[in-house]
């Protein structure tokens, strides 16, 4: 079935430091990709998202490219902050069927350290 | 604009007593969610509304849970009895539409079985 998966964390970084989150997805359909982030006491929150292949989806300083031909939706950010610390799930929806929902990655639990 | 208003946030109950959450989503979003988010892991879903309508309820332990969306707006997840392992996050997300593929979440009520 569809999935999503995801590296698994926790990810220790320095501030300043670059950061990927590798994600990888399986669908027989064309999917929209996502990243969600959930900070501590939080809910989930969108972070970005792409459509369709090739895109790029950016938010406050983190991106990452739809890549239909490796199936990858890989988050970067060149300079982490001790504010980026969370949990990052990668998720992906649309699917072209009448039960349309989004799905989830086990989450990839990022820190900060100053 | 308001968005997808959750409760309570928390909630505390002893094995074998019943349980219930309400969400309100978004306003004129058609399509409901609710997930389960255990510790450590990503979202799972429970169960999808298309307005009233519950068109996927595919995961939801029925024996137990029930749903209801009257009216095709407020939702509310009911558990009766509670069990321990139905210690978890019980996240409501909504989105505009079937095809509209953002969902917004909310804060999600942290339950715990003693």
């Known amino acids: 079935g569809d999935s999503v998966t995801q590296m698994e964390g926790p990810v220790t970084l320095s501030e300043e430091a670059f950061l990927t989150i590798n994600c990888t997805y399986t669908?027989?359909?064309?999917?929209?990709l996502f990243w969600y982030v959930q900070y501590p006491g939080e809910g989930l929150q969108l972070l970005l998202k792409a459509t369709k292949a090739d895109d790029k989806g950016s938010n406050k300083g983190f991106e990452a490219t739809y890549r239909k031909e490796t199936t990858s939706f890989h988050l970067e950010k060149g300079s982490v902050q001790v504010s980026d610390s969370a949990v990052y799930f990668c998720a992906l929806s649309g699917l072209k069927t009448s039960y349309d929902k989004v799905i989830f990655g086990p989450g990839t639990s990022l820190s900060v350290i100053p | 604009e308001a968005g997808v208003v959750q409760s309570p946030r928390y909630k505390i109950i002893e094995k074998k007593q019943p349980v219930a959450f309400w969400c309100n989503p978004i306003?004129?979003?058609?399509?409901l969610y609710w997930y389960r988010q255990n510790l450590g892991q990503g979202p799972e879903l429970l169960i999808r509304?298309?307005?009233?309508?519950?068109?996927?309820d595919s995961q939801l332990p029925k024996d137990r849970f029930s749903a209801e969306r009257l009216k095709g707006v407020d939702s509310t997840l009911k558990i009766q009895p509670a069990e321990l392992g139905d210690s978890a996050v019980y996240l409501c997300?909504?989105?505009?539409?079937?095809?509209?593929?953002?969902?917004?979440f909310g804060q999600g009520t942290r339950l715990t079985v003693v």
């Open positions: 509304y298309e307005n009233e309508e519950a068109v996927d």
């Open positions: 306003s004129g979003h058609n399509t």
């Open positions: 669908a027989t359909g064309y999917p929209s």
């Open positions: 997300a909504s989105s505009l539409d079937w095809d509209n593929t953002e969902a917004f």
